[in-house]
């Protein structure tokens, strides 16, 4: 189980495939670096495909309070302990957002950014007040069945749950107050999408419960260098679990584009 000691965490990540075409997979909130299995297996026969648990998920622990900019730094950082000095991201929902930050602070490491159910903008503070409500039920009360049922409904639609239910159960209490500050205080960046010149896609279920399909195409229209949006006929927040072939297949195309084009 190879771990990689950055400056700010102790970094637990997989590496398939020994391409020279080096691809980050950074996974959303609740998950960690297994959410790509499937993209991973077929993927890694023409690319290098690394993917990690981000900090407070997985094997990942977050030491303290942080933010996405940090999250951020923590993937550039496990670049230069790689020896990769370019890479494609790929990001689930917050694995988005931390590749949207990583864009920013070295666009020079950055090939080209993929998207999956993700947006550029910050939490809805409409819901803020449901998500703190299920969030102290989680802290008070562990993971109950209706606070699993809710998570699962949100995060993983028709995918399995049953796995994702267990690591959530064993997740540290404080290790979920840190992940889930993080994800409600992040700030809005569509004022800075502009400075992101890259190539990207955006890869969106359009039955995705967290995020919607308009905000899919926000990110894209704010970046310079976004292709498309491929709209995933009933695909969920997760849709790279919900519909794994078109996702494969959709960003198959995209990362071999990145070095033919």
């Not at 290098?48 to 999250?71: L, N």
């Amino acid at each position: 189980m190879p771990f990689a000691d950055l400056s700010g965490a102790r970094v637990r990540y997989e590496v398939s495939g020994d391409s020279p075409r080096a691809v980050v997979f950074s996974h959303g909130f609740l998950m960690d670096h297994e959410m790509f299995d499937a993209q991973v297996a077929e993927l890694s026969a023409s690319f290098r495909c690394i993917a990690w648990d981000e900090r407070g998920h997985g094997e990942t622990v977050a030491r303290g309070p942080f933010t996405y900019w940090d999250s951020a730094h923590d993937l550039v950082e496990l670049l230069e302990h790689l020896d990769i000095a370019e890479a494609a991201l790929v990001g689930m929902s917050q694995g988005g957002f931390l590749s949207l930050r990583a864009a920013l602070v070295a666009p020079e490491r950055v090939r080209g950014l993929a998207f999956l159910d993700s947006q550029a903008g910050p939490e809805d503070p409409a819901m803020r007040p449901a998500y703190d409500a299920l969030f102290e039920i989680w802290a008070h009360q562990g993971v109950t069945e209706d606070v699993s049922a809710m998570v699962a409904a949100t995060i993983l639609g028709t995918a399995d749950p049953e796995p994702w239910i267990a690591k959530w159960r064993a997740r540290p209490e404080d290790q979920v107050r840190h992940i889930y500050e993080t994800l409600v205080e992040r700030e809005d960046l569509h004022d800075r999408l502009g400075e992101i010149t890259c190539p990207a896609i955006v890869i969106h279920g359009t039955a995705d419960p967290a995020i919607s399909l308009a905000k899919a195409h926000a990110l894209c229209a704010g970046l310079p260098g976004c292709r498309e949006v491929v709209e995933v006929e009933g695909g969920g927040h997760a849709v790279n679990l919900t519909h794994p072939t078109a996702v494969t297949a959709a960003l198959g195309d995209f990362l071999n584009d990145l070095w033919t084009a």
